[in-house]
């Protein structure tokens, strides 16, 4: 499940927006591990 999709579900928010900025973690440790890359909430 993602980030959004829980973030929904335990919240229920009149509106969400959720920024997908992985892309500034990219060679970090942790990323690409076995939860596809997502570590960070």
Request: glycine share 14%; no cysteine.
């Amino acid at each position: 499940m993602r980030i959004k999709e829980k973030l929904e579900n335990k919240l229920t928010p009149v509106e969400l927006e959720v920024e997908d900025i992985s892309h500034q973690h990219a060679g970090h440790a942790g990323v690409g591990g076995s939860n596809g890359g997502q570590n960070t909430f």
